[in-house]
Nanobody
Framework: QVQLVESGGGAVQAGGSLLLSCVLS????????LGWYRQAPGKQLEFVAL???????NYADSVKGRFTISSDNAKTAVYLQMNNLKPEDTALYYC?????????WGQGLQVTVSS
């Protein structure tokens, strides 16, 4: 059985940092794309960052230069290092992993940034 387990998150003041982690458990899982999305209160789910096959990364303009996405060599874990956090980064953060057969979503992590 495949599961996504997220950890990290929490409450910080503006300018602070947080590290989000997402680990995919399961045997013989081939991943193609690992990413992070977020949903702020009253807003739609939005893309934050992804790391694709070959290590190519992509970021939302709002987080470029502040957030860094990375994965382990086996592409079964994805991390989001968030620096210089702003109040507008406050949201529920979800990891998303695309495998050959299924798209998996994490349970969501609350990130709250106070001014």
């Amino acid at each position: 059985q495949v599961q996504l387990v997220e950890s990290g998150g929490g409450a910080v003041q503006a300018g602070g940092s947080l590290l989000l982690s997402c680990v995919l458990s399961g045997n013989n899982v081939v991943t193609h794309n690992l990413g992070w999305y977020r949903q702020a209160p009253g807003k739609q789910l939005e893309f934050v960052a992804l790391v694709a096959e070959g290590g190519r990364t992509n970021y939302a303009d709002s987080v470029k230069g502040r957030f860094t996405i990375s994965s382990d060599n086996a592409k079964t874990a994805v991390y989001l290092q968030m620096n210089n956090l702003k109040p507008e980064d406050t949201a529920l953060y979800y990891c998303r992993v695309i495998t050959t057969a299924v798209v998996y979503w994490g349970q969501g992590l609350q990130v709250t940034v106070s001014s």
